[in-house]
């Protein structure tokens, strides 16, 4: 039951940080100062983090593992609110917060998923834009898994020298489309920040085909 409730708090936590950060992200583009001064006020972070505060101080004798999906959960709220507002981060941020993504993802599938990530352990000292991996691999669990169905998701962060190498990977499965029928925007807008931040120092491959979801990014971070 408490698991089910902190999954529940993530999903809807998530919806909230990224509508937040998109609309936050078009106002500063737009440079509407006071749409932005609006949108702040929508969210109460010292709210938010007390409510995972308390969950967590109760639930931690009881249930260690909801405890720990509400720390991750936690993590991932404050890196949002806080961190990503700026036009770079550290990378080894942004893989910590699409590790503990995964992780948390990892905690409600079931068995029958098979779930691979791969992530190199010394994460070099270099900056990336921030929240530009996470859609890739937001689509791939939001396609690929399907307890009933044959579900493979495959995720693999390394670098070659200043390069980062994204490569996510899914079999396609059956999804209830009325969730995730505008998940594609996510993709289409994370093209159009390589295209604006990364102009010559990228290269995004898809492959969609008929069983599979493949995706090859590498960035020049230098």
């Known amino acids: 039951m408490i698991n089910a409730i902190v999954l529940w708090l993530l999903s809807i936590g998530s919806s909230i940080l990224w509508a937040f950060y998109t609309r936050l992200k078009q106002a500063e583009n737009e440079k509407l100062s006071a749409q932005i001064a609006s949108l702040k006020s929508q969210i109460n972070p ?10 967590y ?3 931690i004798d009881t249930s260690p593992k909801a405890a720990d999906m ?4 936690s993590e991932m709220m404050r890196y949002t609110m806080r961190d990503t507002q700026q036009d770079f981060v550290l990378l080894e941020d942004e893989i910590n917060y699409i590790s503990n993504y995964i992780e948390l993802q990892r905690l409600r599938l079931d068995r029958s998923v098979k779930l691979e990530y791969n992530c190199m352990e010394n994460i ?9 991996l996470i859609p890739f691999v937001e689509n791939a669990f939001k396609h690929g ?3 009933e169905q044959k579900s493979h998701i495959k995720i693999e962060i390394t670098m070659n020298k200043q390069e980062l190498q994204l490569s996510v990977s899914n079999n396609k ?6 969730m995730y029928e505008k998940s594609g925007l996510g993709i289409e807008n994370t093209k159009h920040r390589l295209n604006l931040i990364y102009p010559s120092k990228h290269l995004l491959v898809i492959n969609n085909t008929e069983k599979q ?8 971070l230098q």
């Open 145 to 147: 898994v399907n307890s």
């Open 173 to 178: 499965v059956s999804i209830q489309q009325n």
């Open 57 to 59: 101080a109760t639930v």
């Open 213 to 220: 979801f493949l995706v090859s990014l590498y960035i020049d």
């Open 70 to 73: 509400v720390d991750k959960l």
């Open 46 to 55: 010292h709210f938010l983090f007390n409510t995972l505060n308390n969950i």
């Open 124 to 132: 070099p000292d270099l900056q990336i834009a921030p929240m530009l």
